[in-house]
């Protein structure tokens, strides 16, 4: 089993930045790859970003490319989601998720309790 806990949520102005964090524990010498969700009121789960924990292989959304980084630091097996230049439109839960292997979309067998990211208009 993998445990994964969020933090970094919170309220920002239009314009602003966050970082996301998501510390795993448990079988972590298990995960390959990492990944952040969201999803806002209303709407389906949306892929954010993701990371491959040996290579360090990163992808991101189109929608947040040139503003979302999303780095690992290996050591403290903890994921970082780095949000600059955020929009209304970003405000969403955020979701840690931890996988083996598969599709980069889907398969992803753990998650996190979600952390609130709000953008006011």
């Known amino acids: 089993q993998v445990q994964l806990v969020e933090s970094g949520g919170g309220l920002v102005q239009a314009g602003g930045s966050l970082r996301l964090s998501c510390a795993a524990s448990?079988?972590?010498?298990?995960?390959?790859?990492m990944g952040w969700f969201r999803q806002a009121p209303g709407k389906g789960r949306e892929f954010v970003a993701a990371?491959?924990?040996?290579?360090?292989?990163?992808y991101h959304a189109d929608s947040v490319k040139g503003r979302f980084t999303i780095s690992r630091d290996n050591a403290k097996n903890t994921v970082y989601l780095q949000m600059n230049s955020l929009k209304t439109e970003d405000t969403a839960v955020y979701y840690c998720?931890?996988?083996?292997?598969?599709?980069?979309?889907?398969?992803?067998?753990?998650w996190g309790q979600g952390t609130q990211v709000t953008v006011p208009s």
């Open positions: 990371i491959t924990m040996s290579g360090g292989s990163t």
């Open positions: 998720a931890a996988g083996s292997g598969g599709s980069l979309y889907a398969s992803y067998a753990y």
């Open positions: 448990g079988r972590t010498d298990s995960i390959y790859r």
